[in-house]
């Protein structure tokens, strides 16, 4: 069965590094996501990217995310300089359509920002 | 906004008990709802979903209603097992794409 996946499935990183988490989505979907969820909270929206754009984006995701389809099969999120706060995991997702479609999430990548 | 408030975890239980795991949203106009779950280690997989009020998501021997009358989409199970150990996160989306979540629930069934 197809799936999304994640990697690295944990990032360490000092406060002001930029990182890339990577994600490929499952190759038939048309529609890409970002989510977060800091320990202990809810699982947050961030992105989402669609006919190679931003379709909706979240307050969350400032001037410091950007995302990035480089290649036809990575979705990439980019954190430019990092903060404390950002220490969380990123889920990636793909589906094929808008609303009711199931949306397909990889494993995460636990980031943590020393 | 649109929010999903759902039930503190964490829940144990004992092999073959009754689950409830109880999920309210906000919301304006007729948002789809779903149960996430998240096993060791994997990502969220979609557990059930339901689209309009009294709909009924079953899967697995989980099921959840829509209610649109006390905004709630309860998950329950009659018999949990051992594998059904997980987090367990109700969630909705409204025309938009994007998911909001609930905090998620952890559960733990011992033999």
């Known amino acids: 069965e197809p799936e999304v996946t994640q990697t690295p499935s944990h990032q360490v990183t000092q406060m002001g590094q930029e990182v890339i988490l990577r994600c490929v989505p499952i190759s038939n979907h048309l529609y890409f996501y970002w989510y977060r969820q800091i320990l202990g909270q809810k699982v947050e929206f961030l992105v989402s990217f669609y006919n190679n754009e931003i379709s909706e984006k979240s307050e969350i995701f400032d001037d410091q995310f950007s995302v990035e389809r480089p290649d036809g099969s990575n979705f990439t999120l980019k954190i430019r300089s990092t903060k404390l706060e950002d220490s969380a995991m990123y889920f990636c997702?793909?589906?094929?359509?808008?609303?009711?479609?199931?949306?397909?999430f990889g494993p995460g990548t636990r980031l943590t920002v020393t | 906004g649109d929010s999903v408030t759902q039930m503190e975890g964490p829940v144990t239980l004992s092999e073959e008990a009754f689950l409830t795991i109880n999920c309210t949203y906000t919301?304006?106009?007729?948002?789809?709802l779903f149960w996430y779950v998240q096993y060791p280690g994997e990502g969220l997989q979609l557990l059930l979903k339901a689209t309009k009020a009294d709909d009924k998501g079953s899967n697995k021997g989980f099921e959840a209603t829509y209610r649109k009358e006390t905004t709630s989409f309860h998950l329950e199970k009659g018999s949990v097992q051992v594998s059904d150990s997980a987090v367990y996160f109700c969630a909705l989306t409204r025309g938009a794409n994007n998911l909001f979540f609930g905090t998620g629930t952890r559960l733990t069934v011992i033999p």
């Open positions: 997702a793909s589906t094929r359509g808008r609303a009711a479609y199931e949306q397909y």
């Open positions: 919301a304006t106009g007729y948002p789809s």
